[in-house]
Nanobody
Framework: QVQLVESGGGLVQAGGSLRLSCAAS????????MGWFRQAPGKERELVAA????????YYTHSWKGPFTISRDNAKNTVYLQIDSLKPEDTAVYYC?????????????????WGQGTQVTVSS
């Protein structure tokens, strides 16, 4: 069982940056690939970025990673999402999720545990 708590969201002006954090419970954090998802009003939840258990491999939904950078600190049981050059269309609830290592972390179906989400609102 993994419990996830996101933080770092808020209201920011276009062009600004945010770093989202996701703190995980448990002693086996490195056994999980971690993903960041977002869901805008009226839209489906989409994968933004993912990272494997030891941080050696990152996955970005777009072939270009764009303004997103995912990282993790296993000593702190925390995964981060840095978002730069924010745009109003980045407004969404951002969720972190955990997938057992060895599953394909590019698929939403692989994620077994979810946080409650943190709201990011970008003003123009």
């Amino acid at each position: 069982q993994v419990q996830l708590v996101e933080s770092g969201g808020g209201l920011v002006q276009a062009g600004g940056s945010l770093r989202l954090s996701c703190a995980a419970s448990g002693r086996t954090f490195s056994s999980y690939s971690m993903g960041w998802f977002r869901q805008a009003p009226g839209k489906e939840r989409e994968l933004v970025a993912a990272i494997d258990g030891y941080g050696g491999n990152q996955y970005y939904t777009h072939s270009w990673k764009g303004p997103f950078t995912i990282s993790r600190d296993n000593a702190k049981n925390t995964v981060y999402l840095q978002i730069d050059s924010l745009k109003p269309e980045d407004t969404a609830v951002y969720y972190c999720a955990a997938a057992p290592d060895g599953t394909y972390y590019g698929s939403i179906g692989s994620y077994a545990y979810w946080g409650q989400g943190t709201q990011v609102t970008v003003s123009s």
